[in-house]
Structure formats: structure tokens, C-alpha cells
């Protein structure tokens, strides 16, 4: 079955303890990027990634990092987590960017900092 | 930047039609989305319509868009409680840019 998936799905952390969310997709999917979704805000994009060995930032990429060492994975790191990163967050992925293709949501993964 | 606007919160009878708005500022989209994120799940693509289309039916779903308004709409006809979601409207530049989501609640 065709699907990104993200793992953990619920992480209760605290402040300044470097954590990571894992993404992977089984789509051979060459363009993967992050989300952090925020009551009355929207979905943001946080980093996004074209290729492998190839990311950018997106809107919002203040205190987070990636890395796209394999094209299936792209994991999201939080090196010191603070509270305002309290949020829901997707991994998505599309054959190429989104200005030309679909892009397939993971199923989220709640973050709480305290 | 871009704007993109919608309202929090629509409740409606079930058997009703919802129409949920979106309003935005960037007039250089090409494709025009309407996704559907249930509770505890991810978005799901609902629908979409291309910027040099008016209107795009489907099923129970119909796309309205208004470009001299800068207007989108999704009408749901015979709403479901299964309709219960929060919907996000998103338009493709060279990104996707998502509105502020609108969530729907259905009651008997």
C-alpha cells in the first residue's frame, strides 16, 4: 500500500531535549517536506526536500533541522525543543515538487513540549 | 505574502448542504485544493479545480471559483455526520500555501 508514514505519533517531551520524528515514504517520491499545523493558522512548511542530499527551508524552519540521507527518509529534528514548538506535525511527499504534483499526507505526529 | 482566509467554525443539520469559503490574495495559483483532515488522522485530497475553470462538480462536492473575487468555495450537498472534519483550502504556486482550515460539525 502506497502511504508515508511518521513515527512517533504522540511525543510528550521536555524542554531542550533533542528528539526525532522519523518520515518515510514507499512511493520513490523525490520531493518530501515537513508541516507544522497551529489552530487558526493553517499547515506551514517548515524544511522541504527536492532530492536526496538536497533540502531548503520552507516558511517556518527556525529551530528545526533535517537531512535526506536516502530518498525513502526524511526525518525531522528538534536539537533543543521549546514549548512553542508545540504543535501537530506532517510529512508529505509528491513525485516532484508541488507546483506540479499531488502531495500525500503522513498521519500526523502531536508534539507537546512542556 | 500570500493571504489565505477562512472561517474557524461551520455547523449544520445533517441532510443539509455546508459551503465552506475561502478567500485569497495570490492570483498566480494553478491548481486550487480542497483537503479534508479528519480527527487524529492526516489531510486527504477531497477535490480540486484548475484556475481557468468556474466550477468543478463532484459526487456530493461542487468547487466554485470566483477569480475577480479571489473567492473559492466547496459546497457539501446532504451532509453526513461522517462529514465532520476540518477542511483546508490550498492553492499550488511553486508551493502549496494552505488556509487557516474551517471545521465543519455535523449534528443530527
Known amino acids: 500500500e502506497a502511504q508515508v508514514t511518521q513515527n512517533p505519533r504522540y511525543l510528550i517531551t521536555v524542554t531542550g531535549k533533542k528528539l526525532t520524528v522519523t518520515c518515510s515514504q514507499n512511493m520513490n517520491h523525490e520531493y518530501m517536506s515537513w508541516y507544522r499545523q497551529d489552530p487558526g493558522l493553517g499547515l506551514r512548511q517548515i524544511y522541504y526536500?527536492?532530492?536526496?542530499?538536497?533540502?531548503d527551508k520552507g516558511d517556518v524552519p527556525e529551530g528545526y533541522k533535517v537531512s535526506r540521507k536516502e530518498k525513502r527518509n526524511f526525518p525531522l529534528i528538534l536539537e533543543s525543543p521549546s514549548p512553542n514548538q508545540t504543535s501537530l506535525y506532517f510529512c508529505a511527499s509528491s513525485f516532484s515538487g508541488p507546483a506540479r504534483d499531488e502531495q500525500y499526507f503522513g498521519p500526523g505526529t502531536r508534539l507537546t513540549v512542556t | 505574502g500570500e493571504d489565505v482566509e477562512q472561517s474557524l467554525f461551520l455547523s449544520v443539520r445533517e441532510g443539509d448542504s455546508s459551503v465552506i469559503n475561502c478567500t485569497y490574495t495570490d492570483s498566480s495559483s494553478t491548481y486550487l485544493y480542497w483537503y479534508k483532515q479528519e480527527p487524529g488522522a492526516g489531510l486527504q485530497l477531497l477535490t480540486y479545480i484548475f484556475s481557468n475553470m468556474d466550477m468543478k462538480q463532484d459526487q456530493r462536492l461542487t468547487v466554485l471559483l470566483n477569480k475577480k473575487d479571489k473567492h473559492l468555495s466547496l459546497r457539501i450537498a446532504d451532509t453526513q455526520t461522517g462529514d465532520s472534519a476540518i477542511y483546508f483550502c490550498?492553492?499550488?504556486?511553486?508551493?502549496?500555501?494552505f488556509g487557516t482550515g474551517t471545521r465543519l460539525q455535523v449534528f443530527p
Open positions: 490550498a492553492f499550488r504556486t511553486d508551493k502549496l500555501i
Open positions: 526536500s527536492m532530492n536526496v542530499e538536497v533540502t
